[in-house]
Structures are given as C-alpha cells and as structure tokens.
C-alpha cells in the first residue's frame, strides 16, 4: 500500500488486528479477510448482553444482543423488560448485526498528509495521535489560552458524543454556546412553562409537557410540522393507539408525508407559514369565545397589568437593576386589577378577582391587561388573512380551531424539521403558548403541547457527576452560538470534533470551509469515517455502543428506567470506548491523577442518590444482574408522566406565561406575524432561484447516522424529490443526476419525482453523507441568515436550513462522481 492514499481507500483496506507498517501506512487486511480470519480463530460459543441504542432518534430502545463466535449475530428487543412498551426495535437497529463491521468505520487512529479537505491519510498509533494532541494543545494554551480550544460534542453516533462527560474541562475548551438546532420552536414555547421537573423540558427543545402515550386521552392531535411515524419511530405504536382510542388527527405539513397519510386531516401549508395559521386559529378562538376564563384568570399572565408607555409588566415595586438574583414572585408579585376592591392588587394574592380585560390608571399612568393588549394586536390576523399567507383555507382553519378549543382535550404537536427550521420558528412556538394559554390544553389528561420525542418526554434522572478540580474546567463561549465562529473574529485555534459536528451544525459550509482552513488543530473522533472527517488533521476511531472494554460501559435513563450499555464485543480494529478515548486525552495532557480508573468509578458517581432522590436503591452490581436496566425510584411507569397537573409552572410568576418583556426591543413581547427570511412568496430572489429547499427526516436515518449500512442503503440513497409538474417543467427524468444551486454553493445528486413533493419545493433528506452524493453537500447552499433578535432569544438563534431558495438544472456529465 502506498505511503499516501485518499481516506476511503484507507477506510476500505484498514482492518483490525494487523501491526502498523513503514512509516506511517498501514499494511492492512481488507475487512472481509479480517472476518475470515476472525472466524477461523474463534470459538466462543453463544453468549447474550444488553445495550442501549441511539440516543437521537428518543428511542434509547434497550437491545438483546446474541454473539455467537465472537460476532455479533442477533439483535432483539429486550423481553427482559417489564413493561411492552420499552420492548422496541426498528430497522435501524437490525441494521446493526451489519452496521457494526461497515467498511466505513475508521479503524486506526490517522494523521492528514494532503490538504485539508483532501482525505489523505496514513495510519499513525494511538501513541503518536495522542503525543500530537498533547503537544500541540498545549503550546496553544501558552501562546493563546485555553480558550483556543473548542470542542462540540455529537449525540448522532454510536457511543460519540453523550459518553464524553468532562473531555471539555480536560481541554480547557469552549463549548461553542448556543447551537442553532431543534430550538427554534422552543425559543418561542419553552418561556411560556418554562422547566417541567422530571424532563428535559426547559433546555428550549420544545420537549412535550406529556409523553406521547397520553395521546389515548386526546380527542384532538394537531400536529405542526411533525412527521412523526419517520422520526420517532420507536414511538410510533403511540400514535395507532391514540387513533383507536378515537383521536381525531391533523397534520399540517407542506408534503403528504408517512404521517400525513395516515391522519384523518393532511393541511397542506405553504413553508414558512405555520406561525400565521395558528394566528389565524388564535383569532377564531377569541370571535367565537372559546377561551377558558378562569384558567386565564387563576394560572396564566393574562390579567398581568401593562404599561401602555413602554410596555413593562407592573410589579409591586420597582426591580433594583443592581440585584443579583431576580426577585421572585412571593418577593415582588406582578399586579392584576382587582375587580371586587378596583385597585391594583398582587397576583398572588388569594381574594383578587383579577380582570381579563381592561384600561386602568394607576399612579398616573395608564396600564392595559394583557389579554386587552392581544385581542388588539389580534386584529389583523383573521383567518381570512391567514388563508391568504398559508394557502389554507379559511374555513379549514376555522375547523381546526373550533376541534383543537371545543372537542375535549388536545395536544399540539412540533417537529424538530419542518417549521423549526425557519428563521420565525419562534413565534410559531409562541402563538402555539397562546393556544394552549386560551383553552387550558396542559397538565390534563389528553392535553399537552410540544415535541414528542421518545426518552426526552419522558421521566429523566438527573446523573451525579465525576468530581474535577477548579483549575480542570471548560471555558467560557466568546460567542453567542457555535453558528458565529466561521463568521466572527474569536480566539479558537483548535477544533475538536467528537462526532461530525463540522457538517452537522453548518449553514453555507462555504463559510465554514474557510475558517477551517485557518485552524492548527482539528481532530475528529467518531465511529465511522462520515462527511466532516476529511477536514481533520488527526482521526481516532471510536468504538460503537455493541463494544466496550468493561462490563457495563455507560448508563442512561429513557422511559422511566435506568439502562445499561453491556460489552456486547471487545473494541474491532484499533477503536476505543469513549471512556478510554476521554481518559487518554486526560492522561496525555498530565490530568490522569484527576481521572476515574475504570468506568465502573464513573458510573457509581453518576448513581449517586445526592444527584437524584429517584436514584435510591439503584448500584452497579444491581444493573449488571438486571439484563439491561432497572426502572427508577418512586415513579409509577405504567402511567405516562404529564407535567404540569398542579398548574404550577416553572416560570418567574409560577403562571403560564404568554407575554415575553424581552423580547419588547423587537415587537414580539406578544406575538407578530413575520416571514420567512428568504423563502417567502414575494421574494425578488425567486426569479432567480424559485424552489425552497426541504431538508427531510426519514426513518432509515437518524441525521447522519446510518447513511453507510449497507442494509438501509438498500433502500435509502441520497435522493433530490421533486413534484412531477417541476420535474417535466425541467426536462428531467427519474435517475437524472441533478445539481442543486444558489450563489452560496452547490451539491448534485440523483433526482426523482415524488407526487407527495409541494410543488415549488425541492426535498432532500438531511445528514447524507458527501461520499454518498454525486458531488459536493447539502449544506453547500443553506440559509446561514440570521434575525436580529436571534441572539436574545433564551437558546440562540436558529439555523434556518429550511428558509433556502434554490434552483435545480440537469448536471453536466463531467459532474459525476463524488467529491
């Protein structure tokens, strides 16, 4: 084998066992004879171990794993749970018996000898990997500081990504800050109810405030832009029993997509333009007064008083700027008119008939409710306004309305896609807080709103952690969010990549390829060779969930139950577990006297019961005897969990916030109808480039994952879907390799014609790997535009990769080829 060689032929040619040769290259078996070999070496019976999979897709489904040989041969559900529901398995994780020896797993540590971006490599040990991080790492320390290093940690890999509990303290690293994805609907929801104990809920993913098996107490499922038997697979028996049980479901989506066609109600909408429908219903629901009063009155902030000069909410006294801490709501209530006693009187006070509605003058200025103040700006949304921004309907939305206010309860469903993906998403999250404030669907039976993603909606333990000192710590982001490093001056001169972060969280790579190639250090950890790895200077190679070096190798809770990642096999080719790869670069960075010894050290601290009372009576020993995990303390899992029952919420009032005083310097302390960034109707740039750009989930992808299986790959390549009328408009033909273009870049792939395709959009699915497309990356001409309130809202502006507008033409012939 040649001293260099493209890193595809490396990833092809590695293989496990064989010794590094020369001086640099690696003189390898190709996989295949590995598999022979290994084969013909063993013979060790049939054995069975449990582990968890993917974390991304909210299954977290725990597996019953059969090795027969030393190979892995069978995955299965785990029978050994108690409950059905926790007994999953879909096709991605079949697809694992395979996946797991792809001939794409980078398989020994390498180091970069052509440019950056090339994918020239020769195989290095992990002695020389780590003495070359360690070297470099600090010399840039002492020349620049430890905030020189970023690092983001992936979720999207098997076992990258979650596992690294503190590599970020050993490097000193920032974080990178806010960053950009699956947040947008949430910076707009989240604020209404803020943190809903025993979730994620209050990290601004939009996490439901109940799990998706309350749907069976749901007359009404409106679902906004989530499709979500593609994405939430392991879920998805959810969404039948809700339908048997006599749910009534809408989806409103711009493509009949899986979840589409199984609805009783597809909306077709226009992209972008989800906000101004759920306007349009808020304005329904006011005409026709199906508004709950007393709910309004007693747990929302509604009847909060306004002042109508500069929009601030009255408190009790005034706030002193100089405080450390806010003050609470017992310490300085806001104020409701009292309409027994007419004064202003605290919320929080028991006799107070607060008023709805109303204009009042108060120690000489003039205050508003809130309610007064949103039926006003209410207005000018109609639904016959709102059918003429959305193309739906007006009496449609009208029918939507009255179902979702008057049926019994609803829940609001928000995809992660769709309408997240626009630079608006927050106020569709916001008016979507709106609804929920008018007709009280929260914390009852059947009636929730949010994402329902899998474990995230779920009872969630919060983990004690491993101890560092406080000169072993992360540093601070210079940035608002990881989105701003390609474009703002900072101080990052090494970039480390635990999981393909560099493509993953990319609008307009063009941009970002250009700050890479400024950079002394990048170094990509991750189980297989995927887009960002060609950027890297140094490769390690990560070991997957099905191989550890110990008995339990991580722990995590999905579904009410602690579950253990088990060695299924030993580390294939030179990989290594993350704890291993963690502990290394602690060690080689003179940190290892601060380190856990083994992860059994590090899983008894995180089972420390101080972290979480619902950890009591769960150890180490228990989990390795429970075939795959134990279901924690004091919570009743045969129930789903539903936040909120009490209607005390986690917000600054304890209400159910609707009016956001932050958001005032951009008029959406209430909220405003506001287009798209780029791919609205009227755009002047849609002469030029008339198709939005749609970037799809699809159940045989989580992200990128699994882009490389050959089992999935059977049935999912990488594909440009177009509606048939914009297909023939284009002379083009199923088949035809296309190239997707706007003056932020280009990537070309195979294109289809798909009737389930809007017309005027063009649809891929995200995360398709570079190698896997006939040249260049979907993220070559995404929106990497931003609003200007973007940086204030509570998680950070978000990426708006759907808000793109392209054009599609028949690739020259030269264009073949991936690159």
């Known amino acids: 084998m040649s001293e260099r060689m493209s890193r595809r032929q490396f990833v092809k040619a590695g293989a496990a066992t064989a010794a590094l040769a020369g001086a640099g290259a690696a003189g390898m078996l190709s996989f295949g004879s590995w598999i022979e070999a290994s084969d013909a070496a063993t013979d060790e019976g049939e054995r069975v171990a ?72 020769v195989a290095i040990s992990w002695d020389e990997a780590l003495e070359t991080i360690a070297t470099t790492v600090k010399d840039l320390w002492e020349r620049y ?23 970020q303290d050993l490097l000193g690293a920032q974080t990178g800050g806010a960053n950009g994805q699956d947040i947008g609907i949430g910076n707009g929801l989240d604020p209404a109810f803020g943190y809903a104990p025993g979730s994620w809920t209050g990290v601004y993913f939009a996490i439901a405030t109940s799990e998706p098996r ?238 329902y993603v899998g474990w995230w909606a779920g009872p969630i333990i919060s983990f004690g952690s491993w101890k560092l000192p406080k000169e072993v710590s992360a540093s601070p982001a210079e940035l608002a969010g990881i989105y701003d490093y390609p474009l703002k001056p900072n101080n990052v001169h090494a970039y480390f990549s635990f999981g393909d972060k560099i493509t993953q969280e990319s609008a307009n790579f063009t941009k970002k390829i250009e700050w890479l190639k400024t950079l002394d250090l990048i170094v990509y950890c991750d189980v297989w060779a995927s887009s960002g ?33 088990e060695k299924i096999l030993d580390p294939l080719f030179d990989s290594r577990p993350d704890f291993w790869v963690q502990n290394a670069i602690g060690e080689a960075l003179g940190y290892g006297q601060y380190l856990p010894k083994n992860p059994r050290e590090l899983i008894e601290a995180m089972l420390d019961a101080e972290a979480d009372e619902r950890l009591a009576g769960i150890t180490y020993e228990g989990l390795k005897a429970s075939k795959g995990g134990l279901p924690i303390t ?65 159940r045989f992808h989580i992200h990128n994952q699994f882009c490389d299986s050959t089992w999935i790959r059977q049935f999912k390549e990488p594909r440009i879907e177009m509606a048939p009328a914009d297909f023939e408009a284009r002379s083009l033909v199923d088949g035809d390799t296309v190239e997707v273009f706007n003056d932020r870049g280009s990537f070309a792939a195979k294109a289809v014609a798909n009737v389930c395709v809007r017309s005027g959009s063009v649809r891929m ?48 012939a030269t264009e073949g080829g991936a690159s």
């Open 50 to 121: 449990y582990t968890f999979h993917q974390e991304h897709c909210g299954g977290r489904c725990s597996l019953k794993c059969t090795v027969r040989d030393g190979r892995l041969c069978l995955i299965e559900p785990n029978d050994s749970l108690a409950q059905q529901r926790n007994q999953v398995l879909c096709l991605k994780g079949l697809s694992e018996v395979q996946h797991v020896y792809s001939t794409e797993r980078i398989q020994t540590p390498m180091r970069r000898v052509g440019e950056r971006g090339e994918g020239a490599f």
């Open 145 to 167: 500081g430890k905030d020189s290093i970023l690092v983001r940690l992936s979720g999207e890999n098997n076992g990258v990504g979650y596992q690294y509990h503190f590599v």
């Open 214 to 451: 309350d749907w069976v107490n749901s007359r009404t499922i409106l679902n906004i832009g989530n499709n979500f038997l593609e994405s939430s697979l392991a879920q998805s028996r959810c969404f039948f029993d809700a339908k048997d049980a006599g749910a009534y479901v809408i989806t409103v989506d711009p493509h009949f997509t899986t979840t589409a066609a199984k609805s009783d109600l597809w909306v077709p909408i226009r992209p972008g333009t989800d906000a101004a429908l759920l306007l349009g219903m808020a304005s329904v629901v006011l005409e026709q007064g199906w508004y709950q009063e007393d709910w309004m009155r007693s747990h929302t902030s509604f009847p909060f008083l306004v002042d109508v000069e500069d929009g601030s909410l009255l408190r009790e006294h005034p706030a002193d700027p100089d405080a450390e801490e806010p003050e609470t709501a017992d310490e300085n209530p806001w104020m409701v008119w009292d309409s027994v006693t007419a004064s202003a009187r605290p919320a929080t006070a028991k006799a107070a008939e607060a008023a709805l509605e109303g204009t009042f003058a108060i120690a000489g200025r003039k205050y508003r409710t809130v309610f007064s103040l949103f039926k006003d700006a209410q207005a000018a949304y109609s639904p016959e306004w709102a059918a003429g921004v959305t193309g739906v309907d007006a009496q449609t939305i009208r029918e939507i309305a009255e179902r979702y206010a008057t049926a019994g309860p609803a829940a609001l469903g928000f995809g992660w896609g769709g309408a997240d993906k626009f630079n608006n998403a927050d106020i569709v999250g916001h008016v979507g807080a709106v609804l929920v404030a008018l007709t009280g669907n929260i914390g009852i039976p059947g009636g929730s709103v949010g994402s």
């Open 533 to 565: 790895s060609q950027w890297a200077d140094i490769l390690l190679p990560a070991s997957s969930k099905f191989e550890a070096q110990d008995e339990i190798q991580n722990i995590c809770c999905a579904n009410g139950l602690v579950l253990t990642n």
């Open 634 to 698: 004091g919570v009743d899992t045969t129930v789903p969990r539903r936040a909120f029952e009490d209607r005390n919420f986690s917000t600054p009032s304890g209400r159910f916030e609707v009016y956001y005083e932050g958001m005032l310097p951009f008029d959406q302390q209430l909220p405003q109808w506001e287009e798209p960034l780029e791919a609205y109707e009227g755009n002047p740039l849609r002469s030029t480039y008339p198709l939005q750009l749609a970037n799809a989930r699809t």
């Open 765 to 812: 699915v995200e995360g398709n790997w570079t190698k896997f497309m006939e040249k260049g990356n979907l993220q070559n001409v995404t929106n990497d535009g931003f609003v200007e309130r973007g940086a204030a809202l509570p998680a950070g502006a978000v990426i708006s990769f759907n808000d793109t507008l392209v054009e599609v033409r028949k690739a020259p």
